[in-house]
């Protein structure tokens, strides 16, 4: 079964330090990738994802992804955070089959402080 | 941009009343979703439905049903309620399946069953 694992539920960061957020999956088939920020009281908004082509994606909001097929990781960086940054992170993957059936990570909570 | 719009930002209710949660989006998507979002669990999936009268259980359904008469319109149904069930709820939509196509989140409701 397709698995994603956040292997961080909280990663606290001083302002304008660089942070890596952490994303692994598990599937033996190709892949879509993605990265959703969710601010405080608000829904998931889309930071960033993979479909194909370059292994490094970039995303809103300054935000990155490297997409390692070897380590089975996507893992989320930004060289400069902001306190606006401070949201919870989702990794979340589709197995290419006929149904846009998304499996979530458990999140990552990213606290900013000054 | 697609809007996805959840009737109600906050619930209360009441153990053993039939609950409905509404969601409609604008864009014409053929999928929709409905999650519920748990502290350390992420977002599970509860059903979806990819086109109108069309349902697909999700990870988690049971205590709720569904209902999809017009295409923009993806209600959930908690047939009576329990305090498990608290919760917070998202609604998404995608385009149709197979393409690697993001789904688009509302702002979710809170629900509070007492």
């Known amino acids: 079964a397709q698995s994603v694992t956040q292997l961080d539920s909280q990663v606290p960061v001083f302002e304008e330090a660089p942070v890596e957020l952490r994303c692994n999956y598990s599937s033996s088939v190709s892949v879509y990738l993605f990265w959703y920020v969710q601010y405080p009281n608000q829904g998931l908004q889309l930071l960033l994802k993979?479909?194909?082509?370059?292994?490094l994606v970039k995303g809103i909001n300054g935000f990155e992804a490297e997409f390692n097929k070897s380590q089975t990781s996507f893992h989320l960086r930004k060289p400069s955070v902001h306190i606006s940054d401070t949201a919870e992170y989702f990794c979340?993957?589709?197995?290419?089959?006929?149904?846009?059936?998304?499996?979530f990570g458990t999140g990552t909570r990213l606290l900013v402080s000054p | 941009d697609v809007k996805v719009t959840q009737s109600s930002r906050y619930l209360v209710k009441r153990t053993g009343e039939k609950v409905f949660l509404e969601c409609v989006q604008d864009m014409d998507h053929e999928n929709m979703f409905w999650y519920r979002q748990d502290p350390g669990l992420g977002l599970r999936l509860i059903y979806f439905?990819?086109?109108?009268?069309?349902?697909e259980k999700g990870d988690i359904p049971e205590g709720y049903s569904v209902s999809r008469e017009k295409k923009e319109r993806f209600s959930l149904i908690l047939e009576s309620a329990s305090t498990n069930q608290t919760s917070m709820y998202l609604c998404?939509?995608?385009?149709?399946?197979?393409?690697?196509?993001?789904?688009?989140f509302g702002d979710g409701t809170r629900l509070s069953i007492l």
């Open positions: 439905s990819y086109d109108v009268k069309m349902k």
């Open positions: 998404a939509s995608s385009l149709v399946s197979g393409s690697g196509q993001p789904q688009h």
């Open positions: 993979y479909l194909s082509g370059s292994t």
């Open positions: 979340a993957v589709i197995v290419n089959t006929g149904f846009q059936k998304l499996v």
